[in-house]
């Protein structure tokens, strides 16, 4: 067993070696048969395979790092995330600042299961803060100062509400 000061003092080739064997050691110890682990629970041979098989895609270079190999590293053309997310929270804005309830907005936009309604909690809480600069930024190049009020004010009514709705209280 290397200790953490031996390990400092590794070159980067040496490093990479070591942690090549302590995985290689790793599956095979998890190929072997089945068997307690400490707290009296077992590991499941579906686990167990699932963990070795990954173990050895990224020893044999077919992934790239141990995220690829346990399928936890988004593959090249995935979805973007954010720019969904940005669609969606551009239609549930400005029905925000109008003052509906969260229920209301969900109807007006066609969101009806739970996860559609945790997708559209999502979007809001990862988006709300870029589409108020965006809407602050507007506003000041119209710098029109009875609009700028307005917007304070819904600003502060709308991170109240948004509050709420990220505590599931509305």
Not at 15 to 24: F, Y
Not at 30 to 49: A, H, L, N, Q, T
Not at 54 to 63: D, N, R, T, V, Y
Not at 108 to 132: F, N, Q, W, Y
Request: charged share 35%; with cysteine.
């Amino acid at each position: 067993m290397t200790t953490p000061e031996e390990a400092e003092e590794l070159t980067p080739d040496e490093a990479i070696k070591l942690l090549a064997n302590h995985l290689h050691n790793l599956r095979k110890e998890i190929r072997r048969d089945e068997r307690p682990v400490p707290g009296g629970y077992s590991v499941y041979s579906r686990e167990k395979d699932f963990v070795a098989d990954a173990i050895e895609k990224f020893l044999s270079g077919e992934a790239k790092s141990l995220d690829a190999a346990f399928g936890v590293e988004p593959r090249r053309g995935a979805p973007n995330k954010h720019a969904k997310h940005m669609a969606l929270a551009r239609k549930i804005y400005p029905l925000l600042l109008q003052g509906l309830r969260w229920k209301d907005i969900l109807n007006k936009i066609g969101v009806k299961a739970h996860e559609d309604d945790s997708t559209a909690r999502r979007a809001i809480k990862e988006c709300l803060p870029e589409l108020m600069v965006e809407d602050i930024t507007a506003l000041l190049r119209k710098s029109d100062a009875r609009e700028i009020a307005a917007r304070k004010k819904a600003s502060k009514a709308l991170i109240k509400k948004f509050n709420a709705i990220i505590d599931g209280s509305n």
